[in-house]
C-alpha cells in the first residue's frame, strides 16, 4: 500500500491561494492531495456543549501548528451553552438547529433534554422526596375501565388511570409552591447536567441540555457545578417571544407533546396554559445576576427580530450568535436539484464545465415549469394553513386566561378585538412574492436557469456552489482514474469525506463544507423561496444540513440527475419531499423521501482488515444503506 494510503505526514505543506475555477476566497489549498488532513474541525480546540434551559459554552484556544502543518489543539477543552426560557418560547427549536448546524461543520453534538429525564421521575423509586404528595395526573396500571386522566380503555378500577399517564405531571407539578415537586425538578435538571459532563469527559465536543431552566438558583446551581470542571466555559442562550400569536401556535403545538398523549386538546391546553402561570411566577430572565459572575450570555427576542449579547468570546461563541442573528419563521420551501444532463455526464467525465446535452435542456425547461406550478401551489398551502391556525386558535381566545409574562410585553387574547386582530394577521403571512434561484458559476447549472423569466424570478450565480474541484483529475472518468492514479482511487474510498484530490486546487468534502458556510447561513436568512441548481457534491453537503445527516453519509448518497428535493422549515425540522423527473411525460412525480435519500457504501477490497478506518454503521442514520 501506498505511503499516503498510511496516512504518513507530509514535509513540505505549501499553498497556493486561487489556484483553483473557485478562487481563493474560502479556502488556501494544499499542494498535495490525501494526506493527513490539516484541520477535520476541532482545529478551534474548544468545544460546544448545549444546554436548552441553561446555556453553557467554551471559549475557544487558538490553534497550534503542528510540525508537519497538520493545525493541532487541545482536545480537553469543552464548550457547554445552556438554554433559558418559558415553556413555548422556541427553545428546543433554536436547540435543534444548532445541533444540526454544528454537526454539519464537525463537531460532536449531543441533545439532553430534561423534559424526557422528567416524566420517568413521577415512577422511578429513587425519587423518594416526593412522596405520595406528588400531584400527577395518573400512575401506571392496567385494566378495563376508561382513563380519567384521558378518556381511554385499559385503566384500574381503583386509580381509573391508564399506562400512558404513568409519567405525566399536571399543571400542579410546577407549581414553584410545591416544594417536593420543585425538589424533583432540579434534582432531575442536574442529573441530566452530570450526564451532560460524562459525555463530554469521554469525548464529545458539544452537548446540549434542553430545560427551562428559568430561575437564577437553578442557573448558579449548574455554574457552581461546572467550577469543578477544568477548560469547560459556559454561554446562556435566553429564548424570548413578545409575539403573542407565534406563542399561541406553539401552545398548541404543545398539546401534541409527550405530556398531553391521549388527553383531550381543550384540556390539555388549559393544562399547559395553567402550567404557564406557574412558570411564569417563578421566572426570571438572564441579567444583573449573571453579568456579575461575567458569565456569557446571548438573548434572542422575537426570533432573532432583537439579539442582545454580553461578554461573547472565542471563536464558537461569536459563530453561535452570529447562526442565531439569521433565524426567521417564514414559510418557504428550499428546493435543491442538480444541473440537467451535460455533454460530461453523459460521456462518463468528472468535473469540467461543458453545457447541457439535448436532454438537459430538456430537463431545464421542465425544471421551469414544475417550479412556476409549485410556487402557486405551496401560496395556496399557506393560506389554509394559516386560516386554518386562526380559526382554532380564535375559537378559544376569548375564553383563554392570559399566559404570557407582563415582563415579556404579551398577553394571550381575550377579547373579541384581539381575535379579530389575531386573525388577520396570520391570514397575512402567505408566500413571499420573492422567490430566488441561485446557481453555479459553471456552464451547465446556468443553462438549467435560462427559462426561468427574468421578471418573476431573481437569479443569482453563486460561486461557492460550483462543484468539488477534483484537481488532476478534472475531466476524467472514473474508470481512468483507477487506471492512472490507482493510489488515490482507493485512498477515495477509504475516506472520502477528508479525501482531497490531487493537483492544485484539489478539493475534498471536509473542504466544502467550510465553502458552503456563507450559503448555509444565507438560507438560513432569506424569507422567502429559493431554488438551487447545484452539482452532486453540492447538493449532498446542502442536503446533509437541511436533513441531519451524519457527514460520515454524506458522501455516499445517491442524487442522480432528474431529482427536486424540496426541505419545507418546520417547528419540529425540515420536512423534506422528492419529486423525480419522467422523460417520458416530461413532467416530475412525487415519490417517497425517505427511500429517494439512499446511502451507498462503498466495497472496498483491503490487504488487511487493519489497514482502513471501519465503515460507518447504517444505524447512525435514518435512512436506508443499500449497495
Same mark, same amino acid.
Given at each position: 500500500?501506498?505511503?499516503?494510503?498510511?496516512?504518513?505526514?507530509?514535509?513540505?505543506?505549501?499553498?497556493?491561494?486561487?489556484? +483553483?475555477?473557485?478562487?481563493?476566497?474560502?479556502?488556501?489549498?494544499?499542494?498535495?492531495?490525501?494526506?493527513?488532513?490539516?484541520?477535520?474541525?476541532?482545529?478551534?480546540?474548544?468545544?460546544?456543549?448545549?444546554?436548552?434551559?441553561?446555556?453553557?459554552?467554551?471559549?475557544?484556544?487558538?490553534?497550534?501548528?503542528?510540525?508537519?502543518?497538520?493545525?493541532?489543539?487541545?482536545?480537553?477543552?469543552?464548550?457547554?451553552?445552556?438554554?433559558?426560557?418559558?415553556?413555548?418560547?422556541?427553545?428546543?427549536?433554536?436547540?435543534?438547529?444548532?445541533?444540526?448546524?454544528?454537526?454539519?461543520?464537525?463537531?460532536?453534538?449531543?441533545?439532553?433534554?430534561?423534559?424526557?429525564?422528567?416524566?420517568?421521575?413521577? +415512577?422511578?423509586?429513587?425519587?423518594?422526596?416526593?412522596?405520595?404528595?406528588?400531584?400527577?395526573?395518573?400512575?401506571?396500571?392496567?385494566?378495563?375501565?376508561?382513563?380519567?386522566?384521558?378518556?381511554?380503555?385499559?385503566?384500574?378500577?381503583?386509580?381509573?388511570?391508564?399506562?400512558?399517564?404513568?409519567?405525566?405531571?399536571?399543571?400542579?407539578?410546577?407549581?414553584?409552591?410545591?416544594?417536593?415537586?420543585?425538589?424533583?425538578?432540579?434534582?432531575?435538571?442536574?442529573?441530566?447536567?452530570?450526564?451532560?459532563?460524562?459525555?463530554?469527559?469521554?469525548?464529545?465536543?458539544?452537548?446540549?441540555?434542553?430545560?427551562?431552566?428559568?430561575?437564577?438558583?437553578?442557573?448558579?446551581?449548574?455554574?457552581?457545578?461546572?467550577?469543578?470542571?477544568?477548560?469547560?466555559?459556559?454561554?446562556?442562550?435566553?429564548?424570548?417571544?413578545?409575539?403573542?400569536?407565534?406563542?399561541?401556535?406553539?401552545?398548541?403545538?404543545?398539546?401534541? +407533546?409527550?405530556?398531553?398523549?391521549?388527553?383531550?386538546?381543550?384540556?390539555?391546553?388549559?393544562?399547559?396554559?395553567?402550567?404557564?402561570?406557574?412558570?411564569?411566577?417563578?421566572?426570571?430572565?438572564?441579567?444583573?445576576?449573571?453579568?456579575?459572575?461575567?458569565?456569557?450570555?446571548?438573548?434572542?427576542?422575537?426570533?432573532?427580530?432583537?439579539?442582545?449579547?454580553?461578554?461573547?468570546?472565542?471563536?464558537?461563541? +461569536?459563530?453561535?450568535?452570529?447562526?442565531?442573528?439569521?433565524?426567521?419563521?417564514?414559510?418557504?420551501?428550499?428546493?435543491?436539484?442538480?444541473?440537467?444532463?451535460?455533454?460530461?455526464?453523459?460521456?462518463?467525465?468528472?468535473?469540467?464545465?461543458?453545457?447541457?446535452?439535448?436532454?438537459?435542456?430538456?430537463?431545464?425547461?421542465?425544471?421551469?415549469?414544475?417550479?412556476?406550478?409549485?410556487?402557486?401551489?405551496?401560496?395556496?398551502?399557506?393560506?389554509?394553513?394559516?386560516?386554518?391556525?386562526?380559526?382554532?386558535?380564535?375559537?378559544?381566545?376569548?375564553?383563554?386566561?392570559?399566559?404570557?409574562?407582563?415582563?415579556?410585553?404579551?398577553?394571550?387574547?381575550?377579547?373579541?378585538?384581539?381575535?379579530?386582530?389575531?386573525?388577520?394577521?396570520?391570514?397575512?403571512?402567505?408566500?413571499?412574492?420573492?422567490?430566488?434561484?441561485?446557481?453555479?458559476?459553471?456552464?451547465?447549472?446556468?443553462?438549467?436557469?435560462?427559462?426561468?423569466?427574468?421578471?418573476?424570478?431573481?437569479?443569482?450565480?453563486?460561486?461557492?456552489?460550483?462543484?468539488?474541484?477534483?484537481?488532476?483529475?478534472?475531466?476524467?472518468?472514473?474508470?481512468?482514474?483507477?487506471?492512472?492514479?490507482?493510489?488515490?482511487?482507493?485512498?477515495?474510498?477509504?475516506?472520502?469525506?477528508?479525501?482531497?484530490?490531487?493537483?492544485?486546487?484539489?478539493?475534498?468534502?471536509?473542504?466544502?463544507?467550510?465553502?458552503?458556510?456563507?450559503?448555509?447561513?444565507?438560507?438560513?436568512?432569506?424569507?422567502?423561496?429559493?431554488?438551487?441548481?447545484?452539482?452532486?457534491?453540492?447538493?449532498?453537503?446542502?442536503?446533509?444540513?437541511?436533513?441531519?445527516?451524519?457527514?460520515?453519509?454524506?458522501?455516499?448518497?445517491?442524487?442522480?440527475?432528474?431529482?427536486?428535493?424540496?426541505?419545507?422549515?418546520?417547528?419540529?425540522?425540515?420536512?423534506?419531499?422528492?419529486?423525480?423527473?419522467?422523460?417520458?411525460?416530461?413532467?416530475?412525480?412525487?415519490?417517497?423521501?425517505?427511500?429517494?435519500?439512499?446511502?451507498?457504501?462503498?466495497?472496498?477490497?483491503?490487504?488487511?482488515?487493519?489497514?482502513?478506518?471501519?465503515?460507518?454503521?447504517?444505524?447512525?442514520?435514518?435512512?436506508?444503506?443499500?449497495?
Amino acid at each position: 500500500m501506498s505511503e499516503r494510503l498510511r496516512r504518513l505526514p507530509y514535509e513540505n505543506l505549501g499553498t497556493t491561494e486561487g489556484s +483553483s475555477p473557485m478562487g481563493g476566497v474560502f479556502f488556501d489549498t494544499p499542494r498535495f492531495a490525501n494526506s493527513v488532513p490539516f484541520f477535520r474541525f476541532q482545529r478551534f480546540g474548544r468545544v460546544l456543549a448545549i444546554l436548552a434551559g441553561s446555556g453553557v459554552m467554551l471559549a475557544v484556544p487558538k490553534p497550534v501548528a503542528g510540525g508537519h502543518g497538520e493545525v493541532r489543539t487541545d482536545s480537553d477543552h469543552k464548550l457547554v451553552v445552556v438554554m433559558v426560557g418559558l415553556p413555548a418560547r422556541g427553545k428546543s427549536y433554536i436547540v435543534k438547529k444548532l445541533k444540526r448546524y454544528l454537526s454539519w461543520l464537525g463537531f460532536q453534538t449531543k441533545i439532553f433534554n430534561v423534559g424526557d429525564r422528567r416524566r420517568l421521575a413521577g +415512577s422511578a423509586d429513587e425519587y423518594e422526596t416526593a412522596g405520595e404528595d406528588l400531584q400527577r395526573v395518573g400512575r401506571k396500571d392496567s385494566g378495563e375501565a376508561p382513563c380519567s386522566g384521558c378518556s381511554s380503555p385499559g385503566a384500574d378500577a381503583q386509580t381509573a388511570e391508564c399506562a400512558q399517564c404513568e409519567t405525566r405531571h399536571s399543571s400542579a407539578f410546577f407549581d414553584p409552591d410545591n416544594k417536593k415537586a420543585r425538589q424533583i425538578r432540579e434534582q432531575v435538571a442536574l442529573e441530566v447536567f452530570e450526564d451532560l459532563l460524562r459525555w463530554l469527559q469521554a469525548g464529545g465536543q458539544i452537548a446540549i441540555h434542553d430545560a427551562t431552566n428559568s430561575t437564577i438558583e437553578r442557573r448558579h446551581a449548574l455554574i457552581s457545578r461546572l467550577k469543578c470542571e477544568t477548560d469547560v466555559n459556559l454561554m446562556f442562550v435566553e429564548s424570548i417571544c413578545t409575539d403573542r400569536d407565534i406563542i399561541n401556535r406553539n401552545i398548541k403545538l404543545k398539546t401534541h +407533546s409527550p405530556d398531553y398523549v391521549g388527553i383531550d386538546p381543550e384540556v390539555a391546553e388549559a393544562d399547559f396554559r395553567a402550567r404557564l402561570r406557574n412558570y411564569e411566577r417563578a421566572y426570571r430572565s438572564v441579567g444583573a445576576a449573571e453579568e456579575k459572575l461575567d458569565v456569557q450570555y446571548c438573548k434572542i427576542i422575537d426570533v432573532g427580530k432583537k439579539v442582545i449579547a454580553y461578554n461573547i468570546q472565542g471563536f464558537l461563541e +461569536s459563530q453561535v450568535v452570529f447562526y442565531l442573528m439569521n433565524m426567521n419563521l417564514e414559510p418557504r420551501v428550499i428546493y435543491i436539484t442538480r444541473h440537467g444532463e451535460s455533454e460530461d455526464n453523459a460521456a462518463g467525465r468528472i468535473g469540467g464545465d461543458a453545457s447541457l446535452s439535448a436532454n438537459g435542456s430538456k430537463y431545464a425547461r421542465a425544471l421551469a415549469r414544475f417550479i412556476d406550478r409549485r410556487r402557486l401551489e405551496f401560496a395556496v398551502e399557506v393560506e389554509e394553513y394559516n386560516r386554518l391556525v386562526a380559526q382554532t386558535i380564535c375559537s378559544t381566545a376569548s375564553s383563554t386566561p392570559g399566559t404570557c409574562s407582563e415582563a415579556e410585553g404579551a398577553v394571550s387574547p381575550d377579547s373579541a378585538a384581539d381575535a379579530l386582530r389575531l386573525e388577520q394577521s396570520l391570514l397575512r403571512r402567505r408566500v413571499q412574492p420573492g422567490f430566488e434561484v441561485w446557481t453555479s458559476m459553471l456552464k451547465r447549472t446556468m443553462e438549467t436557469a435560462e427559462f426561468f423569466d427574468a421578471q418573476r424570478y431573481r437569479i443569482k450565480n453563486i460561486r461557492s456552489l460550483n462543484e468539488i474541484y477534483a484537481g488532476k483529475c478534472e475531466g476524467m472518468t472514473y474508470q481512468e482514474i483507477a487506471r492512472k492514479f490507482p493510489d488515490e482511487f482507493e485512498a477515495r474510498q477509504l475516506d472520502k469525506f477528508y479525501y482531497r484530490y490531487p493537483g492544485i486546487g484539489g478539493e475534498s468534502y471536509a473542504d466544502v463544507v467550510m465553502r458552503l458556510q456563507q450559503v448555509i447561513v444565507e438560507l438560513e436568512r432569506i424569507r422567502h423561496s429559493v431554488l438551487l441548481v447545484t452539482h452532486r457534491a453540492m447538493a449532498r453537503t446542502l442536503l446533509a444540513y437541511l436533513m441531519d445527516i451524519p457527514t460520515t453519509h454524506m458522501p455516499s448518497m445517491e442524487l442522480p440527475l432528474g431529482y427536486i428535493y424540496a426541505c419545507e422549515p418546520r417547528p419540529f425540522g425540515n420536512f423534506l419531499r422528492v419529486w423525480r423527473y419522467d422523460p417520458l411525460r416530461d413532467d416530475f412525480e412525487e415519490i417517497d423521501a425517505p427511500s429517494a435519500l439512499k446511502i451507498r457504501y462503498p466495497q472496498v477490497s483491503l490487504p488487511t482488515a487493519a489497514s482502513a478506518p471501519p465503515l460507518p454503521s447504517p444505524a447512525e442514520t435514518a435512512y436506508s444503506a443499500k449497495n
